[in-house]
Every structure is written in structure tokens, then in C-alpha cells.
């Protein structure tokens, strides 16, 4: 080998020191400014996604109020009519109803009361248990409170009674 690759490299003098100081310090001001953009960025962000949340839970809560505005139509009818014929305000009731009954299924959650269908742990709530002979163990012999919903949005189960068979005594 050579004597002039055996030597250890220059040792940088004073202004070369400086200017490495200097770029380390440029490099390490810019980085802290790119991380507090992106920290400012990403609490805009949230600030941003807080307000258009709100606004769409006040839409949706409109878009509800809005689908039971005919129900409370029609109950302002049956009440008109009040004084009158006994048969009417039964026809206002059901007109009424029906009219709710409708809006939940706009809503996207119809109701549900099937009799003679397999009991369902999705769909149903065993309320009671009924001993039959003429339907089969595990199907829903009477529905006690309607179910609402499909699929897997439900705002509730139907509450029924399951049918099981006869204990021989």
C-alpha cells in the first residue's frame, strides 16, 4: 500500500465545521417545520371531519322528523273530529298506523311478525315456550310484540313464543 492511503483523512477545519453545523441545523429546522404543517394539517382535518359529522347527524335527524310529519298530520285530523262519530276516530287510529307503520319501512325497518317460520335467534326473543302437538318444536307459534327491521339492522327482535314438543307423561 501506499503512503497515501495509510494517512487518516484531513482533519475540517474551522469554517468546514461551520457549514456542516449550519446545513444540519437548515435540515433540522426544515424537518420541524414539515412535522408542525402536517400536525396543523391533521387537526384541521379533525376539526373539519367534527363539523361535517354534526352536519350530517342534523340531516339525518331532519330526514326522521320528516318521514313522521304525516303521522302527526293525520292524529291532528282524528282530533278534529273528535266530537263526531266514534268510528271515525277508530278509522283515524288506524289511518295513523298505518301511516307510522310506513315510515318505519321508508326508514329501512319494516316490521316483523311472521307466525309459522323456525324460531330465528337474529330475528326473534324467546318470550315463552308453548307444548304443541301441531306445530313442530322450534317454530314461532305466536308473536306477543312485533319485530322491526331486516337483515342485520334490527331496533328490535319480535318477542314470540316457540313451539316444543309434548313431554309424554
Same mark, same amino acid.
Given at each position: 500500500?501506499?503512503?497515501?492511503?495509510?494517512?487518516?483523512? =484531513?482533519?475540517?477545519?474551522?469554517e468546514t465545521a461551520?457549514? %456542516?453545523? +449550519?446545513? /444540519?441545523? *437548515? &435540515? #433540522?429546522?426544515? !424537518?420541524?417545520?414539515?412535522?408542525?404543517?402536517?400536525?396543523?394539517?391533521?387537526?384541521?382535518?379533525?376539526?373539519?371531519?367534527?363539523?361535517?359529522?354534526?352536519?350530517?347527524?342534523?340531516?339525518?335527524?331532519?330526514?326522521?322528523?320528516?318521514?313522521?310529519?304525516?303521522?302527526?298530520?293525520?292524529?291532528?285530523?282524528?282530533?278534529?273530529?273528535?266530537?263526531?262519530? =266514534?268510528?271515525?276516530?277508530?278509522?283515524?287510529?288506524?289511518? %295513523?298506523? +298505518?301511516? /307510522?307503520? *310506513? &315510515? #318505519?319501512?321508508? !326508514?329501512?325497518?319494516?316490521?316483523?311478525?311472521?307466525?309459522?317460520?323456525?324460531?330465528?335467534?337474529?330475528r326473534h326473543e324467546?318470550?315463552?315456550?308453548?307444548?304443541?302437538?301441531?306445530?313442530p318444536a322450534g317454530?314461532?307459534?305466536?308473536?306477543?310484540?312485533?319485530?322491526?327491521?331486516?337483515?342485520?339492522?334490527?331496533?328490535?327482535?319480535?318477542?314470540?313464543?316457540?313451539?316444543?314438543?309434548?313431554?309424554?307423561?
Open positions: 500500500m501506499s503512503a497515501q492511503q495509510q494517512q487518516p483523512p =484531513p482533519e475540517p477545519d474551522g461551520t457549514q %456542516v453545523d +449550519e446545513a /444540519a441545523a *437548515a &435540515a #433540522l429546522a426544515g !424537518l420541524e417545520d414539515r412535522w408542525r404543517r402536517a400536525v396543523a394539517d391533521l387537526d384541521n382535518l379533525r376539526k373539519r371531519y367534527a363539523r361535517e359529522l354534526e352536519r350530517e347527524r342534523a340531516a339525518e335527524r331532519a330526514r326522521v322528523a320528516a318521514q313522521f310529519l304525516p303521522v302527526v298530520d293525520n292524529l291532528d285530523r282524528a282530533l278534529a273530529h273528535a266530537g263526531g262519530d =266514534p268510528g271515525a276516530i277508530v278509522e283515524g287510529v288506524r289511518a %295513523v298506523r +298505518e301511516e /307510522a307503520l *310506513a &315510515a #318505519l319501512t321508508r !326508514l329501512g325497518f319494516p316490521r316483523y311478525e311472521e307466525v309459522g317460520v323456525p324460531f330465528d335467534p337474529n324467546a318470550a315463552r315456550v308453548v307444548e304443541s302437538d301441531e306445530a317454530t314461532v307459534v305466536e308473536v306477543l310484540r312485533p319485530g322491526y327491521g331486516r337483515d342485520d339492522r334490527w331496533l328490535r327482535p319480535a318477542a314470540v313464543a316457540v313451539a316444543t314438543a309434548r313431554r309424554q307423561e
